[in-house]
């Protein structure tokens, strides 16, 4: 931006301020490549308003163009391990896709796998969401999580983390991990940091949120999931299916595309759908039942779509909600589309001015709290193995100098 149209921005920024009491975003396109800046221009402690720049400028469209602020979002390097990533797409794409802050929310068996994937790619800004522990029942479909995982009850962050630093290929990844639900204020924060979010939870409360923000604060969200159809007898599987898509200004939300059932929502929030005395007397199946065989197909979905929609081969985008139907191996483009009055949609670029549905998370905080006692407890446990240590260490000493010469 040269000098005379900054001058121009910052005399704007003072009249807008005196005349709305707002700040100003101030925006500039080059014609030459088609790139992006902006500002943001507001007062500080005094009376006169300075300009913040921002990282980057995000255009959502069927694909997500972003323009970068090389200074504060330097440029990755490619690294060697990388190699055979940069050529499936060239140097220019790869180098804009791992430059990408991406948080994937939950680190179950599609989160998990999602999130590594990302890191093994050389995303170098990958953050991951969950409150949730590792238990013996998550083994069977948690690849990369361990019997000692289960019974020290370690949180599946650590789990991804561990995970993702073994598998990184950026030269120097900064990957974030936060022990939070999306649906608490401070999840929420997080998720509004960055540039795109993958959804990999299948709560209806963490889902309508992060359905919310695609639209009120334009942040994309890939939705996705796979359910599994029991018989009624319990005795034999009908069918899995799979469903993944973009949530953007354009395409459906999540509640016009059939995902999310409003009424659920409610029970989410006052944990009835962890209550089995409601589940049963409801008559509703639990749900959210996977095996580790088909959530590899659940994972395949969210990041062909998540290639789409950020590399666009074939100059195609992203392509829409998709399901997939097991028995008959049948892909489907649903025609779903935009309910006349969608209060998500129509919140559109909202920002602060959305409904606030973000609030204390009960399960959140009491999975913090068993984490924070088998927390306790491994360090008593190495405390006690120190103290068994140094005892022996002194005894050894001790009889050394009596020993007889
Ligand atoms: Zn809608």
Redesign the pocket.
């Known amino acids: 931006m040269s000098g005379p149209d900054f001058d121009a921005e910052h005399s704007f920024a003072n009249l807008v301020r005196e005349l709305t009491g707002f700040p100003l975003v101030g925006m500039t396109y080059s014609g030459g490549d088609g790139s992006w800046s902006a500002r943001h221009w507001d007062r500080g402690t005094g009376l006169e308003v300075s300009a913040t720049h921002c990282e980057n400028v995000r255009v959502i469209g069927d694909r997500l163009q972003i323009s970068w602020n090389d200074e504060l979002r330097p440029a990755e390097r490619a690294t060697v391990s990388q190699r055979r990533s940069v050529s499936c797409w060239g140097a220019q794409v790869h180098g804009d896709l791992v430059r990408r802050k991406v948080l994937v929310v939950g680190a179950g068996s599609v989160g998990l796998d999602v999130a590594v994937r990302l890191a093994a790619t050389g995303m170098a800004h990958v953050s991951v969401m969950d409150f949730d522990i590792v238990e013996f029942g998550n083994l069977d479909r948690l690849i990369g999580a361990t019997r000692r995982d289960a019974l020290t009850r370690r949180s599946k962050i650590e789990v991804a983390e561990r995970l993702m630093r073994s598998a990184a290929t950026a030269a120097e990844p900064e990957f974030a991990f936060y022990d939070l639900s999306v649906c608490e204020q401070g999840g929420l924060a997080v998720a509004l940091d960055h540039d795109l979010v993958i959804c990999c939870v299948d709560r209806p409360w963490a889902r309508v949120i992060l359905n919310q923000i695609a639209y009120a604060d334009l942040v994309p969200v890939i939705d996705g999931g796979i359910s599994v159809d029991v018989f009624d007898d319990g005795n034999g599987m009908r069918n899995a299916t799979w469903r993944s898509h973009v949530l953007r200004p354009g395409r459906?939300?999540l509640?016009?595309n059939r995902q999310v059932n409003v009424s659920d929502v409610s029970l989410d929030i006052q944990g009835l759908l962890d209550d089995p005395t409601y589940i049963a007397g409801a008559g509703r199946e639990r749900g959210g039942e996977n095996v580790a065989l088909l959530s590899v197909s659940a994972t395949a979905s969210l990041l062909a779509q998540f290639v789409s929609f950020n590399v666009a081969p074939g100059g195609i985008g992203e392509p829409g909600p998709l399901q997939y139907l097991l028995c008959t191996h049948t892909l489907e483009h649903l025609g779903h589309t935009?309910?006349d009055g969608?209060q998500?949609?129509n919140a559109e670029a909202a920002g602060d001015r959305r409904q606030d549905l973000s609030g204390e998370h009960p399960a959140a905080r009491a999975q913090r709290a068993i984490r924070a006692c088998a927390t306790e407890s491994r360090i008593d446990r190495w405390l006690s193995r120190l103290a068994e240590v140094t005892h022996r260490l002194v005894e050894d000493r001790t009889a050394r100098r009596n020993r007889p010469d």
Do not use: K
Request: glycine content about 0%; aromatic content about 12%.
């Open positions: 459906p939300c509640v016009c935009t309910r969608c998500y949609e």
